[in-house]
């Protein structure tokens, strides 16, 4: 395929055709040229697989281009499970576009097929918070904002309690804005709650 028939494609799709380390978030910067270079050869079976490579490294504009791939089944075979849960992960991790993106898709999908990607993207989010990443507590708790069907105020301010506590201020709005939606004894049970994973996964900090 001619590279400008390969950007047409893309275009349409609402994938960059180049995807530069200046305008991705948590970019991997190595990987970046070599979707580029495929792109530019006009191979998009491996641009598809490269894009893979970025999202399983967390890069969040991978995950989102990924899902295109995946609901377009464009150098890739089509897969709409695939697409809602990348979608999905990078709408709750703050992907600008995302959002509309996973909005359309779960319209014609089973409700069931979003639930589980969501579980699934909120499965992944849980590992990395383990392991460290702090910004990933953000995530699972914007993960039950009601904007992503599936809100629970409890699980929010726990999430959102853990990511303030691990100096991610931007959490504190969410946070305090779901105090007054939570019963006393089941806040202080979420607080004791969180207290005790911060005990566990940060023991640095303490």
Not at 141 to 149: N, V
Not at 157 to 163: D, F, I, N
Not at 189 to 203: D, I, L, M, S, V
Request: glycine share 6%; hydrophobic share 45%.
């Amino acid at each position: 395929m001619k590279l400008k028939s390969a950007i047409g494609l893309l275009a349409l799709m609402g994938v960059s055709a180049c995807i530069s380390p200046a305008s991705a978030q948590n970019s991997v910067q190595a990987e970046v040229p070599s979707v580029n270079d495929a792109l530019t050869r006009g191979d998009l079976p491996d641009a598809a697989r490269r894009t893979r490579e970025l999202a399983d490294a967390n890069d969040i504009e991978g995950q989102y281009n990924l899902s295109l791939f995946y609901w377009h089944g464009v150098g890739i075979p089509q897969n709409f499970d695939e697409a809602i849960r990348w979608s999905t992960l990078s709408s709750v991790r703050g992907h600008a576009k995302a959002p509309a993106a996973r909005r359309l898709m779960a319209k014609t999908l089973e409700p069931t097929v979003v639930q589980k990607a969501m579980e699934w993207s909120r499965l992944r989010l849980i590992k990395m918070a383990e392991g460290g990443d702090d910004a990933a507590l953000v995530s699972i708790g914007r993960s039950y904002a009601p904007e992503f069907g599936f809100a629970n105020d409890l699980e929010a301010y726990y999430w959102a309690s853990l990511a303030f506590s691990a100096g991610r201020i931007e959490a504190r709005r969410q946070r305090d804005g779901l105090v007054g939606k939570i019963k006393q004894a089941d806040l202080l049970k979420t607080q004791q709650k969180a207290n005790e994973w911060f005990a566990k996964f940060r023991k640095d900090r303490l």
